[in-house]
């Protein structure tokens, strides 16, 4: 089992910054973050990928957020994260990150082939 705990969350202005995280821990940690990443949901929305990171820090990142989010990672304290800047209303959801031996259609960002998940944290941007 793998635990995922995200943090640094919050309101900010339009064309401001944050920077998200996400610990890993669990007995099963080191055999299943192989490909980590970050979704969001808006209201009413469906849960989108954000970018993803391979064991071999290949980058994947959307359309929307490329030139804008960087994701990272600190392997050997298993933390995931999310430099997110020149934030936009549109950015404004729950942000999830997600952990997978695995993670089929990584690729593609798709939330499906992801098995563990944080609780979320919630980014608010204001125009």
């Known amino acids: 089992q793998v635990q995922l705990v995200e943090s640094g969350g919050g309101s900010v202005q339009s064309g401001g910054s944050l920077r998200l995280s996400c610990a890993a821990s669990g007995d099963t940690v080191r055999d299943s973050i192989y490909y980590m990443g970050w979704f969001r949901q808006a209201p009413g929305k469906d849960r989108e990928g954000v970018a993803v990171i391979t064991r071999e820090d290949v980058t994947k990142y959307a359309d929307s957020v490329k030139g804008r989010f960087a994701i990272s990672r600190d392997i050997a304290k298993a933390t995931l994260y999310l430099q997110m800047n020149d934030l936009k209303f549109d950015d404004t959801a729950i942000y999830y990150c997600?952990?997978?031996?695995?993670?089929?259609?990584?690729?593609?960002?798709?939330?499906?082939?992801?098995?563990?998940w944080g609780q979320g944290t919630q980014v608010t941007v204001s125009s």
């Open positions: 997600a952990t997978d031996r695995f993670a089929a259609g990584w690729s593609l960002l798709r939330p499906t082939g992801f098995t563990y």
